[in-house]
């Protein structure tokens, strides 16, 4: 499967934005997909992830409250709302797939190219 994120830019501390993640294929309704972001010279980290249904979402605990994610399966699709943004936000945002065979929650089988996100103070 092939992942395009987009919707990311540059916007103020306290606005918003909404990152949107397109996939190929006929089977994303059985992805479990996630959003995850990397900022220069640190790790990748988790930013929120959602079930192939759309009902169980999670959210890291820096962003609950702030970030939101949906999907829409009859468009291929998952978004990122992002509200209340913050310098610290700043960051590539990627968007993650995981198949029903992998067996391990914390692992994504496949990856989008990334979409950054700057936001200024």
């Known amino acids: 499967v092939q992942l395009q994120a987009s919707g990311g830019g540059l916007v103020q501390a306290g606005g918003c934005l909404r990152l949107?993640?397109?996939?190929?294929?006929?089977?994303?309704?059985?992805?479990?997909m996630g959003w995850f972001r990397q900022a220069p010279g640190k790790e990748r980290d988790f930013v929120a992830s959602i079930s192939r249904n759309g009902i169980t979402t999670y959210a890291a605990d820096s962003m609950k409250g702030r970030f939101t994610i949906s999907r829409d399966n009859a468009k291929n699709s998952v978004y990122l709302q992002m509200s209340s943004l913050k310098p610290e936000d700043t960051a590539v945002y990627y968007c993650?797939?995981?198949?029903?065979?992998?067996?391990?929650?914390?692992?994504?089988?496949?990856w989008g190219q990334g979409t950054q996100v700057t936001v200024s103070s």
């Open positions: 993650a797939a995981r198949t029903i065979l992998q067996a391990d929650p914390g692992k994504y089988d496949y």
């Open positions: 949107s993640c397109a996939a190929s294929g006929r089977t994303f309704s059985t992805y479990t």
